[in-house]
């Protein structure tokens, strides 16, 4: 299993394309969530459970994945390091996109 973020009841192609890999289930539990624990973040926590998240919640999410970054950077072997704000860079630039439309819901899980 992995987690990923899509747009739940797509309306064009865009919406029906949009996909951002954002970790294994394993990956997540080796080296999300550490970082998770000892930031005691909220919002992240629930990537593997399932969120769905709405425009208002995306400062909330931004925030607790810079903070992931940050702490990656000092706490994560170089590879582990590497693929973690690999993909935090792309949720970072490509979240915002999701809500073109007002309404929309993007699923992350």
């Known amino acids: 299993m992995s987690i990923c973020a899509f747009i739940q009841e797509p309306e064009n192609e865009?919406?029906?394309?949009?996909?951002?890999?954002?970790a294994?289930?394993?990956f997540?539990?080796?080296?999300?969530?550490?970082?998770i624990e000892e930031l005691n973040l909220e919002w992240v926590n629930v990537f593997s459970v399932g969120l769905d998240m709405v425009k208002?919640?995306?400062p909330f999410v931004m925030k607790e994945l810079t903070q992931i970054k940050e702490w990656a950077?000092?706490?994560l072997p170089k590879e582990k390091q590497e693929k973690i704000i690999e993909r935090i860079e792309l949720l970072e630039a490509e979240l915002p996109n999701a809500f073109q439309r007002e309404g929309?819901?993007?699923f992350i899980g």
């Not at 865009?14 to 954002?22: A, L, Q, R, S």
């Open 14 to 22: 865009y919406e029906e394309k949009f996909n951002i890999p954002v």
């Open 24 to 26: 294994t289930d394993s």
């Open 28 to 35: 997540f539990k080796e080296c999300w969530k550490p970082a």
């Open 56 to 58: 208002e919640d995306l």
């Open 73 to 75: 950077k000092t706490n």
């Open 104 to 106: 929309a819901v993007v």
